[in-house]
């Protein structure tokens, strides 16, 4: 298996999950995930995805260094922001970029005027993009959940060609577990829904990484699985070797 890195352009299949994902975030379900990204009260369902999500954006803060002071960050799939104010209050310059401009205003809405030592920037664009340049750290968190196998190597090794240090991302493990969650979900009201999520193979990640020439260099690191209700999802660190 092998990926093109500088001059990778994203797949059919990607551009069209992509597509329905901004429509998602932009139109079906803004007001819903504006309330799940904050401490208004939420359902039942969602409150077990706020807290999920929660315990996810602290494991991978905690994945990073503590003292970022110069270190540059992308916040690929950055959503409404919490992960990339986080980081830039230690010291790191982030770039938070997603494919929903409705998620990005909320972003640049919520932001603090201050985040010293670091910076902080948003824009809306695509996580694939190259012109968005190389990084010390890249981290993906729940960005690639939509998509399968393939399409998060090709996306993994995109970011391998211009990143310094670490990536960080997160993917739907495939369990029987959830797999009957996805079952049951869709017994619930459509508002309740989230897009298409893919459960992919830990063992095929892996097998993809060490298979491709697009990772020489890099290592698997740690690795860890949140559970929480109908929130399932598994963190994965790459780090140069």
């Known amino acids: 298996m092998t990926y093109a890195t500088d001059d990778a352009v994203p797949s059919d299949v990607y551009a069209e999950r992509r597509g329905r994902l901004e429509t998602y975030f932009d139109r079906t379900a803004l007001d819903a995930w504006t309330q799940l990204t904050s401490d208004a009260p939420v359902s039942r369902i969602r409150e077990t995805v706020r807290q999920g999500?929660?315990?996810m954006r602290d494991t991978l803060l905690s994945w990073l260094p503590r003292n970022m002071r110069?270190?540059?960050?992308?916040?690929?799939?950055?959503?409404?922001?919490?992960?990339?104010?986080?980081?830039?209050?230690?010291?790191?310059?982030?770039?938070?970029?997603?494919?929903?401009?409705?998620?990005?205003?909320?972003?640049?809405?919520?932001?603090?005027?201050?985040?010293?030592?670091g910076s902080l920037g948003f824009g809306v664009g695509d996580m694939f993009d190259p012109?968005?340049?190389?990084?010390?750290?890249?981290?993906?968190?729940?960005?690639?959940?939509?998509?399968?196998?393939?399409?998060?190597?090709?996306?993994?090794?995109?970011?391998?060609?211009?990143?310094?240090?670490?990536?960080?991302?997160?993917?739907?493990?495939?369990?029987?577990?959830?797999?009957?969650?996805h079952a049951a979900g869709k017994l619930f009201p459509r508002a309740d829904r989230a897009p298409a999520i893919e459960p992919v193979s830990e063992t095929v990640i892996r097998?993809?990484?060490?298979?491709?020439?697009?990772?020489?260099?890099?290592?698997?690191?740690?690795?860890?699985?949140?559970?929480?209700?109908?929130?399932?999802?598994?963190?994965?660190?790459?780090?140069?070797?």
């Open 53 to 55: 999500r929660d315990s």
């Open 70 to 117: 110069g270190a540059s960050v992308f916040d690929a799939g950055c959503g409404t922001g919490a992960l990339s104010v986080a980081a830039a209050m230690r010291g790191a310059n982030v770039t938070g970029v997603d494919v929903s401009a409705s998620l990005i205003q909320i972003a640049n809405d919520r932001a603090p005027a201050n985040v010293a030592p």
């Open 207 to 241: 097998r993809g990484i060490g298979l491709s020439r697009a990772f020489s260099g890099w290592t698997i690191g740690r690795t860890t699985r949140i559970s929480s209700g109908f929130y399932k999802s598994q963190a994965m660190e790459l780090t140069r070797a």
């Open 131 to 181: 012109r968005f340049g190389a990084f010390d750290h890249v981290v993906a968190m729940d960005s690639l959940i939509h998509y399968p196998a393939d399409e998060i190597l090709g996306v993994l090794a995109a970011f391998a060609s211009r990143t310094r240090a670490s990536i960080l991302f997160t993917f739907a493990p495939q369990t029987p577990a959830l797999s009957l969650m």
